[in-house]
Structures are given as C-alpha cells and as structure tokens.
C-alpha cells in the first residue's frame, strides 16, 4: 500500500535535547512538507521541499531543522533553540504541478518535551 | 500573507441532516486554492474537498459540495445527509499557488459532532 508512515507515534523528551522526527513517502511524491499542531488550532507549516537536497522555510522555521536527501524521505529535527516544542507533528507529501496538488498526510507524531 | 477564518468552533447535528461549515479566506493572491480536510481523533488528515480559484463551478465529492463565492471570499463546507461517523474537526486550508506545492494556510477548525 503507498502511503506515509511518520515514526514514532509518541516521543518523549528531555528539555534541551535536540530530537529527530522521521517521515517516509511510498508514493512518488515531489514534495513534502512538515505541519505542526498545537490544542485546538489549526495546522502551521514549518518547512517544506519540492525537490530533493532543497527546501524552504515556512511561517514557523525557528527552532526546527530539516533535509531532503532522498525523494522518499524527509526527515524534521526539533532543536533545543525551539522553546516550545511540545505539540502534535504532522508530515504531508503532494506532486507538483499545475491546479489541484492536495496534500496526502502521515498519521503524526505527538512529541512531549519534559 | 493568507488568512482562514473558521467562525464556528462546534457544532451539534442531528444524524441524516444536511450541515453547512463557514470559511472564509483572505488572500491577495490571483491563483489560489481551497482545500477541506477532516481529522477524527486519531489525529490523521483526510482531504475532502478542493476548489480552485478560477473553477466556474462548485465543487463536489459524493456527499461533500463546497459553496464558493468568489466576491464574498468564501468556501463554505456542506456535507449532505449526515452520519456518526461524520464527527471530527473539519479544517478549511488555502494554498500559497494555484496548486498547493508551497504549503498550506489552515484555519483553526469546527469540531463536528453528529447525534443519532
């Protein structure tokens, strides 16, 4: 089954320790992109790729860090300077393209830093 | 920047009746898109429903129509002849391109609860 797995499902954290959220695509999409969720809101976007080894800063960059070295993967690393990481992480792929481009989401990671 | 205003935060509806979600949107871009999506508790993303900017018509997927006013800025959600399993968030996104490739903007979301 294509799809995109994200793992772990639940992540816990010591304050200060730099943490890395992976996402995997089967689907032969261009471009990924890491959302994150906070109780009640909607989601906001952190960073995003539309090709492999570039990506591009989204409205929340700060404090996170990302790479694309495969099409397939699209790893997010939550760095000790983001000073409120707890929140629910949320990875998407789409093709790129002209009109409609919806965006296929994993199943997310929930991060907690103690 | 782009901007989603979801003004509902819940809603109660009764099973098998019709229900309407408010979006409106404000961007200044000429191409854009609308994008519904639905999250039940598990938290995953379901894509609904999209509706580009320069579409004449409104769009629809089985039991999901979206009211699109252009001039008002408007993407309203309607989901005909509702069931239990209905029950979840429903957000209201907008794309930076025509597309989506650069990202989406989303609202905050209506939590949505259908009573038997």
């Known amino acids: 089954d294509g799809g995109i797995t994200q793992s772990p499902k639940y992540l816990f954290r010591k304050e200060g320790q730099n943490v890395t959220l992976s996402c995997e695509q089967n689907l032969n999409h261009d471009a990924m992109y890491w959302y994150r969720q906070d109780p009640g809101q909607g989601l906001r976007l952190i960073y995003y790729?539309?090709?492999?080894?570039?990506?591009q800063k989204g409205d929340i960059a700060e404090g996170y860090s990302v790479s694309r070295e495969k099409k397939e993967s699209f790893p997010l690393t939550v760095t000790s300077a983001q000073k409120n990481p707890t929140a629910f992480y949320l990875c998407a792929s789409s093709i790129v393209g002209q009109g409609q481009s919806e965006q296929f989401f994993g199943p997310g990671t929930r991060l907690t830093v103690l | 920047a782009q901007k989603i205003t979801q003004t509902q935060p819940g809603m109660f509806v009764q099973e098998k009746e019709a229900v309407t979600l408010d979006c409106t949107y404000d961007t200044s871009d000429p191409s854009y898109g609308l994008f519904w999506y639905k999250q039940p508790s598990s938290g995953e993303m379901i894509f609904l429903i999209y509706q580009g900017s320069y579409d004449q018509q409104n769009a629809t997927e089985g039991r999901y129509s979206l009211n699109f006013q252009k001039a008002r800025k408007s993407a309203n959600l309607v989901i005909s002849a509702s069931q239990l399993g209905d029950s979840a968030m429903y957000f209201c996104?907008?794309?930076?391109?025509?597309?989506?490739?650069?990202?989406?903007?989303f609202g905050k979301g209506t939590h949505l609860i259908i009573q038997p």
């Open positions: 996104a907008t794309s930076y391109s025509g597309g989506g490739a650069d990202g989406l903007t």
């Open positions: 790729s539309q090709i492999v080894n570039d990506f």
